[in-house]
């Protein structure tokens, strides 16, 4: 049943594939907290395996073998991408490797972004929370606080995915019992694939919002030994510091 399921994956998860369907994300999204421009709300969790054959890399900071999976929501819960990586990768690794985090770019409308938290790094396309340490001294000011209280409020949806997708599969909530590691990456996609077909269904199994307690908030450092590549991501944090800003700016108008 695995292997017809997650065969079912490109069927099941995928971004929008119509402008009609990107601005329905999108009214999702701003119906929460008056967001304008948010698409999809990512986030990783740690999902615990057996130690597989090659294990060098799984284990996550509590000690435990785990995949790490990201995933991008809409505001209904709906997985619209998912990535799964050894549980030592970080959120910001994950995102820096997909191809999601590679292509998002070109493939989101002008204007568009997706939410995450400080695990990740900030992009034009990619906003996350302001840090006191990156703003000065002093503490984040009205505008910068209320942006973060907006996007994290909003950014709920991923949270609420996960904790969903552990209640209606419990094998997510413990240590999964597949031995060999290809076997446990179609289990799980299989779940979500089933997940998304009940919130389309709109199945009542589980109506709650969900408590994910295995989210991976871990943030490490991605070295790199090109300096066109470090240049180029500060030529964009500017950038996107400055649409933060305007977004931040326009969010506490409406207050």
Same mark, same amino acid.
């Given at each position: ?37 948010? =698409?999809?709300?990512?986030? %990783?969790? /740690?999902? $615990?395996?057996? *130690? ?8 996550? &900071? ?95 949806? =991923?949270?609420?995915?996960? %904790?969903? /997708?552990? $209640?209606?599969? *419990? ?8 031995? &060999? ?75």
């Amino acid at each position: 049943m695995s292997d017809v399921l997650s065969s079912m994956a490109s069927s099941w998860i995928h971004l929008p594939r119509s402008h009609i369907e990107w601005r329905q994300v999108e009214h999702g999204f701003k119906l929460k907290n008056g967001m304008v421009g948010v =698409v999809g709300a990512i986030d %990783g969790t /740690l999902i $615990e395996i057996l *130690r597989p054959r090659l294990h060098e890399g799984f284990y996550n &900071r509590h000690g435990d073998t785990s995949l790490n999976i990201q995933a991008v929501v809409d505001s209904a819960g709906s997985f619209m991408s998912v990535d799964m990586r050894p549980g030592s990768f970080s959120d910001k690794k994950i995102w820096k490797l997909s191809e999601l985090g590679n292509t998002f770019r070109a493939k989101a409308p002008k204007g568009c972004y997706i939410i995450g938290d400080s695990g990740y790094s900030l992009f034009p396309w990619l906003m996350v929370p302001y840090l006191q340490h990156e703003e000065g001294w002093g503490p984040l000011n009205p505008r910068q606080a209320h942006f973060n209280y907006a996007l994290s409020s909003t950014r709920m949806a =991923v949270e609420f995915a996960f %904790g969903r /997708l552990k $209640e209606r599969f *419990r094998v997510h909530k413990g240590p999964m019992t597949e031995k &060999r590691l290809e076997t446990t990456v179609k289990h799980v996609m299989s779940c979500m694939v089933l997940h998304n077909m009940i919130q389309r269904m709109n199945d009542p199994l589980f109506d709650g919002e969900g408590d994910d307690s295995t989210r991976n908030d871990y943030c490490q450092p991605i070295p790199t030994s090109k300096r066109n590549t470090v240049e180029t991501d500060g030529a964009l944090r500017g950038v996107a510091k400055y649409r933060r800003d305007k977004i931040a700016q326009a969010l506490f108008k409406l207050t």
